[in-house]
């Protein structure tokens, strides 16, 4: 027998090593890239069917993360037959199978949603679309890393760093979608490129196939590097798992609807929180992580309370703030829990039942923030509430400072008589309104020094925490009285100012529509109530129906798409006929209320608004049945996209008398819209005038609009095409028309940042 040479041996056993590594760590990339490119990707396409809300992206969310479950749990049960060809061989095929159900598209059948029950819709619509390839992209991670444990290799006994490896995958994935893939491609480019991807992972996933089914059989000392006689993790430690999976899912949902409600529906903003989400993973995961997990648990007290002084303060005219300040919090409370994971993993033989936890988990705390929390609460209570849990995600610490539990009932004892306090009417109710935000920075500020410097148990510095997001809630940021509405689309808040003079619509921070009930001087308004807010007869809206209405011998036909308060109702004349579009049941309900608002009720008291997206239902109008189009359907100051693009205007168009004209309302404090509104205007033959002036009467609640008219000839816009302050504006050279396959969120921010600073 020819024995080969030891040197010769260890060179091809480590060549080998090296090929095992290079193939198992592309194919397990490469299947992240795919996994998170494809939820913004057919998350956007599905977008325009429920109206562009930010509550797609939640529900999708937990489609994802339910589905992840799966997932792992189907690669958990493989990797418990003994066999080493079938977990393989039923892999493969399931990818396979996949493959055919490509490229992307939307079921058939699911083209337009019910009346209701919009959720479960949508994770219906979600599962028939894109289920298999999912669930098949879902099972790689850990199925591979289990794999690899079995090749062999000098690395299998601690498999995670694939996970971090995984991770880096998704992040680039999700990072690089706003910023270079949405900006740059089609929907229809980047479905066929991600179809052609999907492929290329079946050939890897093949070839890691095949190592493992070449690899020696396992060893009892590789059985033993792994951990294979180590215990299995006990019930507490599991369920332990899933809290701190389930915290940080949760208040990645809770999160990513905050500051989408208040700049836009879309990618960019949806994978900004996701990304540092995944980022966590990678870093925690490092075998020598860059971030110390004991800095980590240090921040972590310090960005809870950072979370409870934005939410006091507001800071949505802030940009920076909105998107920066809540990002950054959540990474350092992320990594807490992260990090508590990592530090807690079993071995490598237990890796997938760690991995289902993980994943069950994250479906947990996304099922809450994303379906339990909209039907349960009036007001977004979620993102308090997990964030009071967070605090109980830090490991138990035994060494409390001397004195510390004195301070700490001190100061909840504080609490509490603020809290009862403020319930007296008079000056004291006046002082703690002024106070407020005030009095929640002292609160956070003492539960994080209390928590760092005097290290109390986590359940103290929970209740502190509970407290001071409490006072918030006792404390609403709008002077006066509130009340809310949640329904799928959003929360509406109804303030009623000092006194009751105002009532106020707000969605998000924005707001909507607003009503005087009260002069000056106290005395109550009586008879036909008069437009303010956006809806003034002096501003952009008001001053295009007069000039739409001068011109027209006849009354005018006018449809407005988004009810809002129902101001425009009041804008209307009798003989004239107005058609209002909306998709939000609830909205029609408040402005139906005469103790929220009285337009509808005074003006058009028989109103029936066509319900449903606008896109589905508007289309379904007979041509040229209006004079005059308004499109005012936003979200707080997020944008339904599929209602700005070259498409819904050729339906407007449709939509238009021979001499009519569409208006489109395009305020926004963070997206700059006109030059969209002009571009697809251009694209169907239409020429556009710009408004933009600033009212100087916000205290009056009549607010600076910018809207944009679009007509066939300058004659079909009356008095406004000689009008100054109406300009005439061509299709910036060089911006690409928004269309229902392209759009670019990113380029809107950053005009509008460029505008603001000239």
């Given amino acids: 027998m020819t024995s080969v040479p030891l040197t010769e041996a260890s060179s091809t056993s480590g060549s080998r090593n090296r090929l095992v590594l290079a193939v198992y760590t592309a194919a397990i990339f490469t299947s992240a890239l795919l996994l998170f490119s494809v939820q913004p990707l057919f998350t956007k396409m599905v977008l325009p069917r429920l109206g562009g809300s930010p509550a797609v992206w939640s529900v999708a969310m937990v489609f994802f993360q339910s589905l992840l479950l799966a997932g792992y749990a189907y690669a958990h049960y493989l990797m418990t037959l003994r066999s080493r060809i079938a977990p393989v061989v039923i892999h493969l095929a399931l990818l396979l199978l996949a493959l055919l159900t490509l490229p992307l598209s939307i079921a058939g059948g699911w083209g337009e949603p ?312 008079g000056e004291a109710q006046t002082f703690f309104e002024e106070w407020r935000v005030w009095l929640v920075g002292a609160v956070a500020a003492s539960a994080a020094l209390q928590a760092v410097v005097l290290r109390i148990d986590r359940w103290r510095l929970a209740v502190m925490v509970a407290l001071g997001l409490a006072l918030i809630r006792l404390y609403p940021a709008d002077e006066g009285r509130v009340e809310t509405v949640r329904s799928f689309f959003g929360v509406h808040k109804i303030v009623v100012t000092p006194h009751g003079q105002y009532h106020v619509l707000m969605h998000g921070t924005t707001i909507h529509g607003a009503e005087k009930f009260q002069n000056d001087d106290g005395t109550p308004i009586s008879g036909r109530p008069e437009p303010i807010s956006y809806y003034h007869k002096d501003g952009g809206i008001g001053q295009a129906i007069q000039a739409i209405r001068a011109r027209k011998s006849g009354p005018l036909r006018v449809a407005v798409i988004g009810l809002g308060a129902g101001t425009l109702a009041c804008a209307s004349q009798p003989g004239e006929a107005w058609k209002f579009f909306e998709i939000d049941q609830t909205m029609v309900d408040t402005a139906r209320d005469p103790k929220y608002f009285t337009y509808v009720q005074a003006c058009q008291p028989d109103m029936q608004p066509v319900i449903g997206d606008a896109r589905l239902t508007f289309a379904k109008e007979p041509d040229g049945a209006y004079d005059l189009i308004i499109v005012d359907a936003y979200s707080s100051d997020a944008i339904p996209i599929h209602l700005a693009t070259e498409e819904a205007m050729a339906i407007y168009k449709d939509k238009l008398a021979p001499q009519g004209a569409v208006l489109m309302h395009v305020s926004n404090r963070h997206l700059e819209l006109a030059s969209v509104v002009v571009g697809i205007a251009e694209e169907n033959d239409l020429k556009s005038w710009v408004y933009n002036e600033d009212s100087g009467r916000d205290g009056e609640y009549i607010f600076t609009t910018n809207v944009v008219i679009s007509a066939r000839e300058e004659a079909d816009v009356g008095r406004l095409a000689s009008d100054g302050k109406w300009v005439l504006t061509e299709a910036t050279e060089g911006q690409r028309v928004w269309t229902d396959d392209y759009s670019n969120v990113l380029g809107a921010v950053l005009r509008r940042l460029r505008d603001g600073d000239q």
């Fill in 114 to 425: 019910p009346s209701s029950g919009y959720a479960f819709w949508l994770l219906g619509l979600f599962a028939v679309s894109i289920g298999l390839p999912f669930f098949a992209l879902a099972a790689n991670n850990p199925m591979l890393q289990a794999w690899f444990v079995r090749t062999g290799h000098p690395d299998g006994p601690d498999p995670y760093f694939l996970y971090a490896s995984s991770n880096i995958g998704s992040f680039l994935a999700l990072l690089s979608y706003p910023v270079l893939v949405e900006p740059i491609m089609t929907l229809h480019a980047q479905n066929l490129i991600w179809t052609a991807g999907y492929g290329v992972l079946i050939l890897l996933i093949a070839a890691c196939g095949v190592l493992l089914l070449r690899s020696p059989p396992v060893t009892a000392a590789t059985v033993a590097a792994s951990g294979g006689a180590a215990p299995a993790p006990n019930w507490l430690l599991r369920a332990r798992w899933i809290f701190l999976a389930a915290v940080p899912s949760g208040l990645l949902i809770a999160v990513t609807a905050h500051i989408s409600t208040d700049v836009a529906a879309a990618p960019l903003l949806w994978v900004l929180p996701l990304s540092l989400y995944l980022l966590t993973w990678v870093l925690v995961f490092q075998s020598r992580p860059l971030l110390p997990h004991a800095w980590m648990l240090r921040l972590q007290p310090l960005a809870i309370a950072g979370v409870m002084v934005l939410l006091a303060i507001g800071g949505e005219q802030n940009l920076l703030l909105t998107l920066g300040g809540h990002q950054l919090c959540f990474f350092v409370i992320a990594m807490a829990c992260h990090g508590e994971l990592a530090r807690t993993r079993p071995a490598a033989s237990h890796l997938t039942g760690f991995y289902v936890a993980l994943s069950f988990g994250g479906m947990v705390g996304g099922l809450f923030a994303g379906l339990v929390a909209p039907y349960t609460f009036s007001w977004i209570a979620e993102y308090p509430i997990l964030l009071a849990l967070a605090a109980l995600c830090r490991p138990r610490d035994g060494s409390a400072i001397a004195g510390s539990n004195w301070l700490w009932l001190a100061v909840v004892a504080v609490i509490c008589v603020v809290m009862a306090l403020s319930f007296r009417e």
